[in-house]
DNA sequence: CTTGACCGGGG
DNA sequence: GTGTACGGTCAAG
């Protein structure tokens, strides 16, 4: 039989089971397997048969004096990096044991180090089959009983098989409304099933009135368990929903039984997270994914549903405010609406997955974890899970990973210099053409051969060796980063080519398109890992090589461009800019002369041509790094660093200053001034509303507990002394009033505020921001308040 | 400049 | 659960 593998899981209550939840096109199978032992390795001190003889010889017991029993071991060859070594690898009747069987050998002077012993059991299940959740696997074994299952199977034999056929995954997005601790309704949605259990009726026919809370937590369960749920949606679920409905399910004593088998939802702990696991469905909550993979190709400052939905899907949430939708509740306002915007969230919730979904599938199906981990996990640690796989079919032994100490240790390191950042001149410039290095730190690993395992060998014949440092690369063998990087580089290369056989609507363009995204993001992760403190394969020494070499290629291009007659710009780490008289002409000339200087397998792109760029200054004078604008022929302006995409700042700031941008870059200065003098004038008599007045924060615990001061947290005290009851996790907004001394006396919550501080938002807020732009042509604060004559601006 | 507190998502 | 993992920003010291 075959199918795709999406969970997995072990149990030892009748002994030692793996359990597999696997699914095609006839339904959804159990899968046991209780033929595969945990294992780990020890590596001998130097003599692998005084190691033997110990473990022949020895009683193993913890320090409690529980009797430990090694169930079979194994003579093996293994390679540590590039070194052959020998090692004992270990079984253990249990998984529980591995950790004190590893404890008592470690003390063994025979035993130099043990390996591979913290490696979650059903992980270590996955990588030793190569059974990838998202992958076709084919099965052999004996059907038992079936139960919750189409059928339960005895499993003799596993194996990964290419399989074209695309699975149906049945997907479905909840979210839950709470008032006053209590949930109030509970919204669905999938492609053919769209509902709201609600505690309140409301004449819409998408409403399902429940009794209360116990009747909608087991509404909730028919619900999933009707719509024959594989994946059960969510945002920021994991701690949020699940922990309401655990807490509500805790007090009216229903179990939440949410997992094919019947089984309860649990929390897996993960040191300051929790996951809510589900057994045999996949619970993806997506706010994880979103923070620790998508973040960073995201323009959004805020990751909020609505937010991460407007840039992904280009869908929003409905507007209704926190306090509107308590007054509502309360009240029995307009219940219809509170409704509809609950479905509205499951929609775009639903909607987000259709995206997000496929990409973490791919993910699973490149690292080899379950769906469950993949839209969980850091970066760092999907890409180790990925190294953990590779490392094993190369027959070489993972590192272990650090311990807390080494962990402080590293983290404590002197930082290596990054990136190369071009120091700008301040002003607008007119035709700006932007170039960048494909991939600079992987090509740059591949082209030198920079890996932990070629770092400082003893035995080498062709060394790479780094003046200004004193360790060197081995350049004999390709190593073991490389040569994944190439892969995937290579493998990468291979699909953009094919994507372009597709029209971007079809489902096999939005495969190809994951699939190379997944593989973009790895290769992309490896030169970050390599400095991450906590990783297995950290080795500093071949990140700070890494961003050496990248900073030299940069410096050789920008000299390069300086030849030419480029007039430099702006570059940071991988990217320049560059000016000069018919541009457009001399493009590929200034691209071949660059790429036919770089290895084989480095390359410099161009990126575009903008029509005008701006850069900035410091308070010093000096240009400003990693600040600027560009505006495109088709007026879309690029615009990064500025205040006006950061989230600490009032809107009435943060939209004078994208208006002053626009204006700059269509080279309108004056416009740009009166759009500021306006503001101003607006903000003096009083005519801005409020609402771009406000400044949120969030409290996360009750304000007279705040060790600081801070606006919010004042705010909110004033509050309270009023009557108000804040209740901690609740996000406040505030004004800037005119009573006061200091800011944070100032600050009233929005609805207690009578007045506003003018002068505030003009100094502190309007004025920075918009002589963060315009200071470049010369203009004062003095002059944009209108209180100075505007000379002295002849040079622009 | 260093250290330690705070914050994120959700309602 | 072969467990117990963040990273950036800001105010105070």
Known sequence: MRLQIFDADYTTSEGLEVKLFGKNSEGVYKIKDTNFKPYFYAIPDNDVTKLIEDIEDKDFETEDGEKLEIVEFQ???????????????????????????????????????????????????????NIRPGSWVEIEGVEKNSGDFKKVIELEEIKAVDNDEKLNWNSLAFDLEVIDEKVVMASFYSEDFQKVLSIKQTKQDFVEKVENQEELLKRFIEIVEENNTDILLGYNTDEFDFDILRETADQTGVKLNLGRNGERMKFNRRGRFKGARIKARMHLDIYPFVTHVLAPGLDSETLDLDSVAEEMIGLNKDELEWGEMKQIWRNDGDLEKFAKYALK???????????????????????????????????????????????????????????????????????????????????????????DFRSLYPTVMVSHNISPDTLNLEECSDRFELEEFDYDFCQDQQGFFPELVEDLVSSRYKLKKEMKNYCEESQEFKNIYNRQQAQKILANSFYGYLGYGGARWYSRESAEATTYLGREYIKDAIQIAEEMGFEMTYGDTDSVMLRKDDLEEHLDEFLDAVNSELPDFMELEFEGLFKRGFFTSKESGEGAKKKYALIDDENNLKITGFEQVRRDWSPIAKDTQEKVLQKVLENDIDAAVEEVKDTIKALKSREVDVEKLKIYTTLTKPPEEYANTAPHV???????????????????????????????????????????????????????????????????EDELKGKGRQSGLGQF
């Open 345 to 435: 969230d499951s929609e775009i919730t639903y909607k987000l997955g259709e995206q997000t979904t496929p990409q973490i599938m791919e993910m699973s199906k490149i690292t080899g974890l379950i769906p469950f981990d993949t839209c969980r996990l850091t970066y760092g640690q999907l890409t180790e899970n990925y190294l953990l796989r590779e490392a094993y079919s190369r027959n070489i032994l993972a590192n272990n990973r650090p311990s807390q100490k080494k962990r402080r240790n590293r983290d404590q390191e002197q930082a290596y210099a990054g990136g190369f950042v071009y120091t700008p001149e301040e002003g607008l410039y007119e035709n700006v053409a932007v170039f």
């Open 714 to 780: 004042e705010a909110a005290k004033k509050a309270k002394e009023k009557g108000e009851e804040i209740k901690p996790e609740s996000t406040v907004d505030y004004v800037i009033t005119r009573r006061g001394k200091s800011i944070s006396e100032k600050a009233k919550l929005t609805k207690y505020a009578e007045t506003y501080d003018s002068d505030y938002y003009v100094d502190n807020q309007v004025i920075p921001v918009a002589l963060r732009v315009l200071k470049v042509f010369g203009y004062t």
């Open 75 to 129: 003579k093996t060859e293994r390679k540590d990096g590039q070194k052959k070594i020998e090692a004992v690898k270990i079984f253990a009747d249990i998984p529980a044991d591995i950790s004190k069987l590893k404890n008592a050998l470690w003390s063994l002077e025979s035993v130099e180090e043990c390996r591979e012993f913290d490696i979650p059991f059903y992980r270590r299940y996955l990588i030793d089959k």
